[in-house]
């Protein structure tokens, strides 16, 4: 059987994320906007805990440790995903309308699209998965040149949705 994960495809698989403590499962995420943190890896790496004002991520004294998520403290401010260097960071809102979920991700590329665009989301793996309308982009000098950006998709696609297809430069 062939092997899948993160190891293997660049990307984690859907068991990793299941087990990693910074998934939300889908009764939290029912909840509200939630953080999604998809870092599977045991790697020396801490920013996001000090990047969430709310004390909802726990790394603690060793470094190696993943991230853990207290999905009752997070709010879903999204603070926690620029700083993230792995790009692992995401929020997902399912209820952002009666059809459409709103996920944010981190995107390092330019041209940047557009508040209402409507784009090619892609998930995990850079495949086109449906059609997606930005609905926020933030740019800040302390993300440096990571921005965050938040799109709205169909509910079937928000737990495999996670960027959207880089623009043609102009
Ligand atoms: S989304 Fe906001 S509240 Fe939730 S973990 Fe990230 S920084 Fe903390
Ligand atoms: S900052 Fe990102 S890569 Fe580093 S531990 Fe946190 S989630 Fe993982």
């Known amino acids: 059987m062939k092997k899948t994960g993160v190891v293997y495809d660049g990307y984690p698989s859907k068991e990793e994320l299941e087990q990693s403590p ?19 890896q045991n790697i020396p790496c801490n920013p996001c805990e000090a990047a969430c004002p709310y004390g909802a991520i726990t790394i603690g004294d060793n470094i190696t440790n993943l991230p853990i998520l207290d999905v009752e403290k997070c709010i879903g401010c999204g603070n926690c995903v620029a700083p993230c260097p792995g790009l692992a960071i995401f929020t997902v809102n399912m209820n952002y309308s009666d059809t ?12 940047l699209p557009n508040k209402g665009d409507i784009v090619d989301a892609v998930n995990r793996a ?7 309308t930005i609905i926020g982009i933030r740019s800040a000098k302390v993300f440096a040149n ?3 950006i938040k799109i709205a998709v169909p509910k079937e696609f928000a737990d495999i949705v996670r960027s959207i297809k880089r623009l043609p430069r102009k």
């Not at 939300?24 to 909840?31: E, F, I, V």
């Not at 996920?103 to 330019?110: A, G, N, S, T, W």
């Open 22 to 40: 910074g998934f939300p499962n889908t009764c939290s995420l029912s909840k509200g906007t939630k953080a999604v943190i998809e870092c599977v």
């Open 146 to 148: 990571t921005n965050v």
């Open 126 to 132: 850079g495949e086109i998965m449906c059609k997606g």
């Open 100 to 111: 459409e979920a709103a996920i944010e991700f981190p995107f390092e590329y330019f041209p």
